[in-house]
């Protein structure tokens, strides 16, 4: 082994690292959530199975072939040239196959969960893919990395219900707000690397305080959106609660980086507990609507799909 390689990881363990499985819970409360909103209680185990294998299949897509996109590039970056594509540790064939195989199942569960789920599903293929290449042409890469993420309730939506109710685009438009929040964030760490790699974000065009500053207007028009999608299906208390949970955690972090802007662990450490506030708060509004009860009946949208 040369002296440099580092240690020596298994193959299992370099796998996790070059899917960041890790990560994989800072999105995926979101996608539960949403799904126990359109069944409007227990979705069936089949419905589960299949939004859960397309929402991480679809992940998995993404991951692998911006790595396999961006493994120049990373070369070049400190932050990332020690990733198994750069190091050797794995091939760029790998990589595309790998790429390949999630998309076959993501396009596989679509199929099986209706129509319309697997006709929208090349759609979303192509977001997931584009967004390796959008940064060597615009700043608005990151909003369009926040577009991504924001598919998830529209696609939960259709997975379920087959269709798409209005209501769900505020939804839609809470989580781009809340996804290029996160992802603007996640791009201070890069400006540097980004300038002298020719690649474009927003913080590279507005410069780190400016960018912190939308971040905190992004995180209140999440909320906002979000609280009125609540309004709209006429969620109980609990929801609202989870929406405080993650104003309040979102609070603390914008004033945390805004003091130091290369914090940009922050958002990881903090974007999950947001996640998991959200999706308890629609589990009790969902399961306990009893709870803090918005009079005039049931909740609309909550209904079993027909």
Same mark, same amino acid.
């Given at each position: 082994?040369?002296?440099?390689? #580092?240690?020596?990881?298994?193959?299992?363990?370099?796998?996790?690292?070059?899917?960041?499985?890790?990560?994989?819970?800072?999105? *995926? %409360?979101?996608?539960?959530?949403?799904?126990?909103?359109?069944?409007?209680?227990?979705?069936?185990?089949?419905?589960?199975?299949?939004?859960?294998?397309?929402?991480?299949?679809?992940?998995?897509?993404?991951?692998?072939?911006?790595?396999?996109?961006?493994?120049?590039?990373?070369?070049?970056?400190?932050?990332?040239?020690?990733?198994?594509?750069?190091?050797?540790?794995?091939?760029?064939?790998?990589?595309?196959?790998?790429?390949?195989?999630?998309?076959?199942?993501?396009?596989?569960?679509?199929y099986l969960?209706?129509? *319309?789920?697997?006709?929208?599903?090349?759609?979303?293929?192509?977001?997931?893919?584009?967004?390796?290449?959008?940064?060597?042409?615009?700043?608005?890469?990151?909003?369009?990395?926040?577009?991504?993420?924001?598919?998830?309730?529209?696609?939960v939506y259709?997975?379920?219900?087959?269709?798409?109710? %209005?209501?769900?685009?505020?939804?839609?438009?809470?989580?781009?707000?809340?996804?290029?929040?996160?992802?603007?964030?996640?791009?201070?760490?890069?400006?540097?690397?980004?300038?002298?790699?020719?690649?474009?974000?927003? %913080?590279?065009?507005?410069?780190?305080?400016?960018?912190?500053?939308?971040?905190?207007?992004?995180?209140?028009?999440?909320?906002?959106?979000?609280?009125?999608?609540?309004?709209?299906?006429?969620?109980?208390?609990?929801?609202?609660?989870?929406?405080?949970?993650?104003?309040?955690?979102?609070?603390?972090?914008?004033?945390?980086?805004?003091?130091?802007?290369?914090?940009?662990?922050?958002p990881f450490?903090?974007?999950?507990?947001?996640?998991?506030?959200?999706?308890?708060?629609?589990?009790?509004?969902?399961?306990?609507?009893?709870? #803090?009860?918005?009079?005039?009946?049931?909740?609309? #949208?909550?209904?079993?799909?027909?």
């Amino acid at each position: 082994m040369n002296a440099g390689a #580092g240690p020596v990881r298994s193959r299992t363990h370099e796998l996790g690292r070059f899917l960041e499985v890790q990560n994989l819970g800072l999105n *995926l %409360p979101f996608a539960l959530a949403f799904l126990f909103l359109a069944a409007g209680g227990v979705p069936r185990p089949l419905t589960v199975a299949l939004v859960v294998v397309a929402f991480v299949a679809a992940r998995n897509a993404g991951h692998s072939f911006n790595r396999w996109a961006d493994r120049v590039l990373d070369a070049a970056n400190p932050r990332t040239r020690d990733r198994a594509l750069v190091a050797g540790r794995l091939s760029p064939a790998f990589a595309l196959s790998l790429t390949a195989a999630n998309a076959a199942v993501l396009l596989l569960a679509a199929y099986l969960l209706n129509p *319309l789920a697997f006709a929208l599903a090349p759609v979303a293929l192509a977001m997931l893919l584009g967004y390796s290449y959008s940064k060597r042409f615009t700043a608005l890469t990151t909003p369009f990395l926040g577009l991504v993420e924001a598919i998830v309730p529209a696609a939960v939506y259709i997975a379920v219900r087959g269709t798409l109710p %209005p209501a769900v685009l505020l939804a839609v438009g809470g989580l781009l707000a809340w996804g290029t929040a996160f992802e603007t964030v996640h791009s201070l760490g890069d400006v540097e690397s980004d300038r002298s790699l020719g690649l474009f974000s927003l %913080p590279q065009r507005l410069g780190a305080r400016a960018s912190l500053r939308l971040v905190a207007v992004l995180h209140g028009l999440a909320l906002g959106l979000l609280a009125g999608f609540g309004v709209v299906l006429r969620l109980s208390a609990p929801y609202y609660a989870g929406l405080a949970v993650m104003a309040a955690v979102a609070a603390v972090s914008d004033v945390r980086l805004a003091r130091d802007p290369t914090k940009v662990r922050v958002p990881f450490e903090r974007h999950f507990v947001m996640a998991v506030a959200f999706l308890v708060g629609v589990l009790v509004a969902v399961f306990a609507p009893a709870l #803090g009860a918005v009079p005039g009946g049931a909740p609309a #949208g909550l209904a079993p799909p027909g």
